[in-house]
RNA sequence: GCCCGGGUGGCGAAAUGGUAGACGCGCAACACUUAAAAUGUUGUGACCGUAAGGUCAUGUCGGUUCGAGUCCGACCCUGGGCACCA
């Protein structure tokens, strides 16, 4: 095929067809663990819509990556796959009638196809799918393994839930306004038996392994907040004629003297020891109350008093204890000791109950009098008064101070306290991996748990080892009691396949779909062998990402292996960890979280040889449409890229995502932009078909041209890596401009330079024109980066800018490495300077091959 | 309220403390064309000036520096995250 006339439709046809014939892409064995580049992005979930030009940005910028490194000549893993278990495909099905195993494969080929048109450089073989069962028998096994070790529990808690999509939800799928991630439905709370995963217990591992990583900072702090690690006291006071003690938890112990109340959560155990009706009633309430009321009464304070005193060790005060829904039962210890004079809220509920306040700090301002107004309570910095040991020392010092005397005198005991939760894993939907777990109501009767028994014994179980300051035993005893009677499914029962159900929508009940799958859900006690029941709610959409990006090299092995195998054969193939992980920031505190801590544990369990599964993280920024707003189907506003393919071609879409703006940087679609990239693509096509540009004679070729060509090399070989495509881009066009004045021409040899530099950006041009027009026989996307030639650089005369107090003046031409007395005499020369320092006293300040300054000197 | 980003021409944006606005879009004039589109050439921050040139200009106000978009301090606006978190 060979033709001048500029048809990207033809050419990019024909040279995809060479790519798959050739295998291009296929990943070449790894060496060793510096010339390997796993590059990686977030896979999507393959809906039924296809991808938009939004999703087209993230997955060409990943492609740019793995085709710079592989014409670096590193070992290149670049894979894809398929999240395809979840709510959103669930949904869609739903709407659609059909069951999602019937709808997924079609929507997947889909996918596969588009990505074919982006010009995406995967290695197909390497292709995984989180619902296939030969890869969820994996996730199931390491379910297994997690709840074996001690790290899941099932418990009546109370759970987020998505009266929409009718499941339970853990925390982090709830946003900031009390919607559902997924469906933007308000969520309520319910109280369900929920599995819990033990992530509370990897706080400080999760927190500790974010110092290494290259990620944005913006994600890290939001992670590191989001675990929300505080060092506080637990403080006990002993309550006024009773046995029973009040513990609050605090990070401010040195504000302590200046405590006048306590107040419990409506859930605090000590509430159920009280009998009266005034309070009986306000606990009602409150619980009667659902998230979304709490949240529309606003911050107006309420509470109960119970009666009772709590007593201040420190000076003898009597606290009034009062019960309130701002003290919420899972924060702390669902107590807190009210210091009015140093808390806005304590302040304002004082003022509501009418009790008083007490100063004992001093802020900046200095101000000693009384506080009565809510901007004077001081939170921040200060100086200790009324506080008698504490006086007169700052807040900090003091706060330590109080804390060693708290604990010397047994009165309280340091302790940190986190705000992340326990994980719930479990959905009370269809689509998904089913909890391979049984229950049996007999073993349960009988108080037998898992580890009791010799199904136990066959395992493989590294009880002994563990988290820094716990074993997995120790794990292990703190939920058997509530674990009698749930045992694992056997490993050679894996995987536990979905069962495929006529009717599979979500329940009112709060139970899973699959309690109707009779014939699935009544099995054998693997203990007994007497009548159990299978779990039958089902792993959240989150558990396939968990371990997925280990999946890919060793995709063709899966349901060839045993699970265990399979994962030690993913680790000596050690392309782990993900060198460049690209994917949207709205996952900071969600699978990149999850997938963190996953591998956090099978690294404490020996099974995986790495702790962190991600070295760098890039962002995307979200492509808007042109009208400002996200696309979507019901703005009517999304850009489909194969429209846009037809029209432009692919490398010209990519090219405008990549130039438009910072890659991390949100943007608005502009078809006008885009037409902008278009043009460059056509100047490049004409100009490797203009027999002027291409010389056979090098001494045709310009210095400066080859020079310029080297520092055009310089740049992108150092901007690309930096994921800066947008500069990179651009210097490919300063290039060309200059390539394109009039007379000037290239050698075939930097021609093909140049055309490499491009290659990942616009790999169907460049593989065209390399073998049509430079008739390479072997794909461009193979061959080697450019090295900048040294001996090409050549630094002649340029313009160095004058000036005069610091303001250009003047510029003049003179070789970069010039001496200073050099280029002020030739700045002297200057009639436009001579101008200016005339019948002055000057100084002067010269950077080479930067600035010459002028300072003339002030005269008095 | 707390924690992160970000404020630069008509627009998207560049700029290791050293010529602010590279590159692209748009716009204008010209060339080609019967004409239009496409393409090419030139110009294009604002103001004053025929010009040479000058003044102003990177959210605001100060500071450091020979020199600040860049560093420091205070503030304003804006995007995102968290939040009755003790």
Same mark, same amino acid.
């Given at each position: 095929?060979?033709?001048?006339?500029?048809?990207?439709?033809?050419?990019?046809?024909?040279?995809?067809?060479?790519?798959?014939?050739?295998?291009?892409?296929?990943?070449?064995?790894?060496?060793?663990?510096?010339?390997?580049?796993?590059?990686?992005? &977030?896979?999507?979930?393959?809906?039924?819509?296809?991808?938009?030009?939004?999703?087209?940005?993230?997955?060409?910028?990943?492609?740019?990556?793995?085709?710079?490194?592989?014409?670096?000549?590193?070992?290149?893993?670049?894979?894809?796959? %398929?999240?395809?278990?979840?709510?959103?495909?669930?949904?869609?099905?739903?709407?659609?009638?059909?069951?999602?195993?019937?709808?997924?494969?079609?929507?997947?080929?889909?996918?596969? @196809?588009?990505?074919?048109?982006?010009?995406?450089?995967?290695?197909?073989?390497?292709?995984?799918?989180?619902?296939?069962?030969?890869?969820?028998?994996?996730?199931?096994?390491?379910?297994?393994?997690?709840?074996?070790?001690?790290?899941?529990?099932?418990?009546?808690?109370?759970?987020?839930?998505?009266?929409?999509?009718?499941?339970?939800?853990?925390?982090?799928?709830?946003?900031?306004?009390?919607?559902?991630?997924?469906?933007?439905?308000?969520?309520?709370?319910?109280?369900?038996?929920?599995?819990?995963?033990?992530?509370?217990?990897?706080? *400080?591992?999760?927190?500790?392994?974010?110092?290494?990583?290259? %990620?944005?900072?913006?994600?890290?702090?939001?992670?590191?907040?989001?675990?929300?690690?505080?060092?506080?006291?637990?403080?006990?006071?002993?309550?006024?004629?009773?046995?029973?003690?009040?513990?609050?938890?605090?990070?401010?112990?040195?504000?302590?003297?200046?405590?006048?109340?306590?107040?419990?959560?409506?859930?605090?155990?000590?509430?159920?020891?009280?009998?009266?009706?005034?309070?009986?009633?306000?606990?009602?309430?409150?619980?009667?109350?659902?998230?979304?009321?709490?949240?529309?009464?606003?911050?107006?304070?309420?509470?109960?008093?119970?009666?009772?005193?709590?007593?201040?060790?420190?000076?003898?005060?009597?606290?009034?204890?009062?019960?309130?829904?701002?003290?919420?039962?899972?924060?702390?210890?669902?107590?807190?000791?009210?210091?009015?004079?140093? *808390?806005?809220?304590?302040?304002?509920?004082?003022?509501?109950? !009418?009790?008083?306040?007490?100063?004992?700090?001093?802020?900046? @301002?200095?101000?000693?009098? *009384?506080?009565?107004?809510?901007?004077?309570?001081?939170?921040?910095? !200060?100086?200790?008064?009324?506080?008698?040991?504490?006086?007169?020392?700052?807040?900090?010092?003091?706060?330590?101070?109080?804390?060693?005397? =708290?604990?010397?005198?047994?009165?309280?005991?340091?302790?940190?306290?986190?705000?992340?939760?326990?994980?719930?894993?479990?959905?009370?939907?269809?689509?998904?991996?089913?909890?391979?777990?049984?229950?049996?109501?007999?073993?349960?009767?009988?108080?037998?748990?898992?580890?009791?028994?010799?199904?136990?014994?066959?395992?493989?179980?590294?009880?002994?080892?563990?988290?820094?300051?716990?074993?997995?035993?120790? &794990?292990?005893?703190?939920?058997?009691?509530?674990?009698?009677?749930?045992?694992?499914?056997?490993?050679?029962?894996?995987?536990?396949?979905?069962?495929?159900?006529?009717?599979?929508?979500?329940?009112?009940? !709060?139970?899973?779909?699959?309690?109707?799958?009779?014939?699935?859900?009544?099995?054998?006690?693997?203990?007994?062998?007497?009548?159990?029941?299978?779990?039958?709610?089902?792993?959240?959409?989150?558990?396939?990402?968990?371990?997925?990006?280990?999946?890919?090299?060793?995709?063709?092995?899966?349901?060839?292996?045993?699970?265990?195998?399979?994962?030690?054969?993913?680790?000596?193939?050690?392309?782990?960890?993900?060198?460049?992980?690209?994917? !949207?920031?709205?996952?900071?505190?969600?699978?990149?979280?999850?997938?963190?801590?996953?591998?956090?544990?099978?690294?404490?369990?020996?099974?995986?040889?790495?702790?962190?599964?991600?070295?760098?993280?890039?962002?995307?920024? &979200?492509?808007?449409?042109?009208?400002?707003?996200?696309?979507?189907?019901?703005?009517?506003?999304?850009?489909?890229?194969?429209?846009?393919?037809?029209?432009?071609?692919?490398?010209?879409?990519?090219?405008?995502?990549?130039?438009?703006?910072?890659?991390?940087?949100?943007?608005?679609?502009?078809?006008?932009?885009?037409?902008?990239?278009?043009?460059?693509?056509?100047?490049?096509?004409?100009?490797?078909?203009?027999?002027?540009?291409?010389?056979?004679?090098?001494?045709?070729?310009?210095?400066?041209?080859?020079?310029? =060509?080297?520092?055009?090399?310089?740049?992108?070989?150092?901007?690309?890596?930096?994921?800066?495509?947008?500069?990179?881009?651009?210097?490919?066009?300063?290039?060309?401009?200059?390539?394109?004045?009039?007379?000037?021409?290239?050698?075939?040899?930097?021609?093909?330079?140049?055309?490499?530099?491009?290659?990942?950006?616009?790999?169907?041009?460049?593989?065209?024109?390399?073998?049509?027009?430079?008739?390479?026989?072997?794909?461009?996307?193979?061959?080697?980066?450019?090295?900048?030639?040294?001996?090409?650089?050549?630094?002649? *005369?340029?313009?160095?800018?004058?000036?005069?107090?610091?303001?250009?003046?003047?510029?003049?031409?003179?070789?970069?490495?010039?001496?200073?007395?050099?280029?002020?005499?030739?700045?002297?020369?200057?009639?436009?300077?001579?101008?200016?320092?005339?019948?002055?006293?000057?100084?002067?300040?010269?950077?080479?091959?930067?600035?010459?300054?002028?300072?003339?000197?002030?005269?008095?």
């Amino acid at each position: 095929m060979k033709t001048q006339r500029f048809e990207p439709s033809l050419f990019e046809k024909h040279i995809q067809e060479l790519w798959e014939k050739e295998n291009v892409y296929q990943t070449t064995p790894k060496v060793d663990q510096n010339s390997k580049a796993y590059v990686l992005v &977030m896979f999507p979930y393959p809906s039924g819509y296809g991808l938009h030009t939004g999703h087209a940005r993230i997955y060409t910028g990943t492609d740019v990556l793995a085709r710079f490194y592989r014409m670096q000549g590193k070992a290149v893993l670049h894979p894809m796959g %398929w999240d395809a278990f979840g709510l959103p495909a669930e949904n869609a099905a739903i709407k659609a009638h059909k069951n999602p195993q019937d709808i997924v494969p079609g929507n997947i080929t889909n996918f596969k @196809n588009q990505f074919r048109l982006l010009g995406m450089s995967y290695d197909w073989s390497k292709e995984i799918n989180t619902t296939d069962p030969k890869y969820y028998a994996v996730t199931q096994y390491l379910f297994l393994q997690f709840y074996k070790h001690g790290l899941l529990y099932k418990k009546d808690t109370p759970v987020f839930y998505c009266p929409f999509c009718k499941t339970g939800l853990a925390q982090e799928e709830v946003m900031g306004d009390g919607t559902h991630e997924r469906c933007g439905n308000v969520v309520e709370k319910r109280n369900l038996p929920q599995w819990m995963f033990r992530i509370t217990e990897y706080a *400080d591992s999760l927190l500790e392994g974010l110092k290494g990583l290259d %990620w944005p900072t913006g994600i890290l702090e939001m992670q590191k907040n989001w675990i929300g690690r505080k060092e506080g006291i637990d403080i006990t006071y002993n309550i006024e004629g009773m046995s029973e003690t009040v513990t609050c938890f605090t990070t401010r112990p040195d504000t302590n003297f200046g405590a006048t109340f306590v107040v419990i959560a409506p859930e605090h155990p000590l509430v159920s020891t009280l009998d009266k009706p005034d309070v009986k009633e306000y606990v009602e309430t409150v619980l009667a109350k659902t998230e979304r009321e709490r949240l529309s009464d606003g911050k107006k304070k309420t509470g109960v008093f119970t009666g009772l005193y709590a007593i201040n060790k420190l000076n003898g005060r009597r606290m009034p204890i009062w019960i309130s829904d701002f003290v919420l039962m899972n924060v702390g210890t669902g107590a807190v000791v009210g210091v009015p004079g140093n *808390d806005k809220r304590d302040f304002e509920f004082a003022q509501a109950m !009418g009790m008083p306040v007490v100063r004992v700090v001093v802020g900046s @301002n200095g101000d000693t009098s *009384d506080i009565t107004r809510l901007q004077q309570v001081q939170e921040e910095t !200060g100086t200790m008064i009324n506080s008698e040991f504490l006086d007169g020392k700052d807040i900090h010092e003091a706060t330590n101070v109080m804390m060693d005397h =708290l604990e010397a005198k047994g009165w309280g005991k340091r302790t940190v306290s986190y705000h992340v939760r326990d994980w719930i894993f479990s959905r009370q939907r269809y689509w998904g991996e089913p909890i391979p777990m049984v229950y049996c109501k007999a073993c349960a009767g009988q108080k037998i748990s898992y580890w009791d028994c010799d199904i136990a014994k066959d395992d493989d179980l590294r009880l002994d080892k563990g988290l820094k300051n716990k074993t997995f035993n120790a &794990m292990v005893k703190e939920i058997k009691d509530t674990m009698y009677g749930w045992f694992p499914v056997l490993a050679a029962e894996l995987p536990l396949e979905l069962p495929y159900l006529e009717s599979y929508e979500p329940t009112e009940t !709060g139970e899973s779909p699959l309690v109707q799958a009779n014939e699935w859900v009544d099995t054998t006690c693997p203990v007994c062998k007497g009548p159990a029941r299978r779990e039958t709610d089902t792993m959240p959409n989150w558990a396939g990402s968990c371990w997925y990006f280990l999946a890919f090299s060793i995709a063709e092995e899966l349901g060839k292996q045993a699970p265990e195998e399979l994962l030690a054969k993913a680790c000596q193939q050690s392309w782990m960890p993900v060198d460049w992980y690209i994917g !949207g920031a709205e996952h900071a505190v969600l699978h990149l979280l999850y997938a963190r801590f996953w591998m956090h544990i099978l690294n404490d369990l020996g099974s995986v040889t790495f702790r962190e599964p991600f070295t760098r993280l890039r962002n995307v920024g &979200m492509v808007l449409a042109a009208d400002g707003r996200k696309m979507s189907k019901s703005w009517g506003n999304v850009i489909n890229p194969d429209d846009i393919i037809h029209e432009y071609g692919t490398d010209a879409l990519r090219v405008y995502e990549m130039f438009m703006a910072p890659f991390s940087q949100e943007i608005a679609w502009s078809t006008q932009t885009l037409q902008g990239a278009y043009r460059f693509i056509r100047r490049i096509w004409h100009i490797y078909h203009d027999s002027a540009k291409i010389t056979k004679d090098p001494s045709q070729e310009a210095k400066k041209l080859i020079s310029e =060509l080297q520092r055009t090399i310089k740049k992108i070989s150092t901007d690309t890596p930096d994921v800066k495509f947008n500069t990179s881009i651009a210097s490919a066009m300063e290039f060309l401009n200059l390539w394109e004045e009039p007379g000037a021409a290239l050698s075939q040899a930097h021609a093909k330079d140049f055309l490499k530099l491009l290659a990942p950006y616009a790999p169907f041009i460049t593989d065209y024109l390399w073998r049509e027009v430079l008739g390479e026989g072997n794909s461009i996307h193979l061959a080697s980066w450019p090295n900048v030639d040294q001996s090409a650089l050549i630094k002649t *005369d340029s313009e160095l800018p004058v000036q005069v107090n610091g303001k250009v003046r003047d510029r003049i031409m003179i070789f970069p490495e010039a001496l200073q007395e050099e280029a002020l005499a030739k700045a002297l020369d200057s009639a436009k300077i001579q101008a200016w320092i005339a019948g002055k006293n000057y100084t002067t300040v010269y950077v080479k091959g930067k600035i010459l300054n002028f300072v003339i000197e002030e005269v008095k």
